[in-house]
């Protein structure tokens, strides 16, 4: 990757990036993919013991990087303004507070805050990060599932080719892969829980998916 | 199936998250106007199809989204190796014997 330097007459105009706060005013409450779902009821109505939970973590603010950790100043903004420094070894991620990075590929990372919170970062990055890069807000064409339990593993054992032996898949380990044949990057985020970050379009689909895959083992709906 | 070694996540994965792009090194002529029409189509149609050693370029698809080269005999399906892209593969074909 290259860092475009500014010359002559552009170094010296005013960046002119303009950056929409995707969140509406506080009187439109915002619809999660599986909205229709309506996974409170389903949770209330349903089974409360399960060897497989199941949970919507809905609403996020999910951001797309792609820069150059090599360079330093681009580094450093980004710890500055994420609180932790971008992880560049692959398959890895680190979380701080309510912000979590996962590393996607050696120049892309995907960082993950509380809804209202992502246009502040992203206007923090547009004004404070420097050179060559992008940041793209994808909130709005993701979701994040929780999986949990003591199955969990057998029901990703079906879903995917990635190899989830303890050995190979430790404790906060993130891959993109393939989840049910659609994309998805999975996190894993304790001993018997797993972050899986998918496309909004596919969200049903993979809602139906778990469901069925988990149904020998019983599903428990949180909330 | 291909368990296939991505240069750049370090780790081996299925061929289901890769996608294959055919013949590597192939460099675009540099000045395509004083081509003649015969270097232009060799350019643009044609490619080799060894048997044994080929070259390769795959597409980590599903997941880092990089492109890289593969060295793989086409006879046995053997994946000789893997590199990044501007690197030069370690594993050639013999030179065909001159008759």
Same mark, same amino acid.
């Given at each position: /990757?290259?860092?475009?330097?500014?010359?002559?007459?552009?170094?010296?105009?005013?960046?002119?990036?303009?950056?929409?706060?995707?969140?509406?005013?506080?009187?439109?409450? *915002?619809?999660?993919? @599986?909205?229709?779902?309506?996974?409170?009821?389903?949770?209330?109505?349903?089974?409360?013991?399960?060897?497989?939970?199941?949970?919507?973590?809905?609403?996020?603010?999910?951001?797309?990087?792609?820069?150059?950790?090599?360079?330093?100043?681009?580094?450093?903004?980004? %710890?500055?303004?994420? *609180? &932790?420094? @971008?992880?560049?070894?692959?398959?890895?991620?680190?979380?701080? *507070? +309510?912000?979590? &990075?996962?590393?996607?590929?050696?120049?892309?990372?995907?960082?993950? &805050?509380? *809804?209202?919170?992502?246009?502040?970062?992203?206007?923090?990055?547009?004004?404070? /990060?420097?050179?060559?890069?992008?940041?793209?807000?994808?909130?709005?064409?993701?979701?994040?599932?929780? @999986?949990?339990?003591?199955?969990?593993?057998?029901?990703?054992?079906?879903?995917?080719? &990635?190899?989830?032996?303890?050995? %190979?898949?430790?404790?906060?380990?993130?891959?993109?892969?393939?989840?049910?044949?659609?994309?998805?990057?999975?996190?894993?985020?304790?001993?018997?829980?797993?972050?899986?970050?998918?496309?909004?379009?596919?969200? +049903?689909?993979?809602?139906?998916?778990?469901?069925?895959?988990?149904?020998?083992?019983? @599903?428990?709906? %949180?909330? | 199936?291909?368990?296939?070694?991505?240069?750049?996540?370090?780790?081996?994965?299925?061929?289901?998250?890769?996608?294959?792009?055919?013949?590597?090194?192939?460099?675009?002529?540099?000045?395509?106007?004083?081509?003649?029409?015969?270097?232009?189509? #060799?350019?643009?149609?044609?490619?080799? #199809?060894? !048997?044994?050693?080929?070259?390769?370029?795959?597409?980590?698809?599903?997941?880092?989204? !990089?492109?890289? #080269?593969?060295?793989? #005999?086409?006879?046995?399906?053997?994946?000789?190796?893997?590199? !990044?892209?501007?690197?030069?593969?370690?594993?050639?074909?013999?030179?065909?014997?001159? !008759?």
């Amino acid at each position: /990757m290259s860092d475009v330097k500014a010359t002559g007459a552009e170094a010296t105009s005013v960046p002119t990036k303009v950056v929409m706060n995707q969140l509406p005013g506080a009187g439109i409450v *915002g619809q999660s993919p @599986l909205h229709h779902a309506d996974l409170e009821t389903v949770a209330k109505n349903g089974p409360k013991q399960g060897g497989v939970k199941f949970k919507e973590q809905k609403l996020m603010g999910l951001l797309t990087l792609r820069c150059n950790a090599q360079n330093p100043e681009q580094a450093a903004v980004a %710890e500055k303004l994420l *609180g &932790v420094a @971008l992880p560049t070894t692959p398959l890895t991620s680190v979380e701080k *507070g +309510d912000t979590s &990075v996962r590393w996607i590929s050696p120049d892309e990372w995907l960082i993950v &805050v509380p *809804g209202n919170k992502a246009f502040a970062l992203e206007s923090a990055f547009f004004a404070d /990060m420097p050179g060559h890069y992008s940041l793209v807000n994808v909130s709005g064409g993701t979701t994040i599932y929780q @999986l949990s339990g003591a199955n969990v593993k057998d029901v990703l054992k079906k879903s995917t080719p &990635v190899d989830i032996h303890d050995s %190979e898949f430790p404790v906060g380990k993130v891959v993109s892969t393939v989840f049910a044949k659609s994309s998805a990057v999975i996190r894993r985020t304790g001993e018997q829980s797993f972050e899986l970050v998918v496309r909004r379009s596919f969200a +049903d689909y993979l809602w139906l998916w778990i469901q069925d895959a988990s149904r020998e083992f019983g @599903l428990v709906v %949180e909330a | 199936m291909f368990h296939i070694y991505c240069p750049h996540c370090s780790e081996y994965r299925e061929e289901e998250e890769f996608h294959y792009h055919g013949q590597a090194h192939i460099a675009r002529p540099l000045d395509p106007d004083s081509c003649t029409d015969e270097e232009w189509g #060799n350019y643009m149609f044609f490619r080799k #199809n060894p !048997k044994g050693i080929h070259h390769e370029l795959w597409d980590h698809a599903a997941g880092c989204r !990089k492109f890289f #080269n593969v060295t793989r #005999n086409t006879v046995t399906y053997e994946i000789k190796e893997v590199y !990044k892209i501007g690197e030069q593969p370690k594993v050639v074909a013999d030179a065909v014997p001159s !008759k």
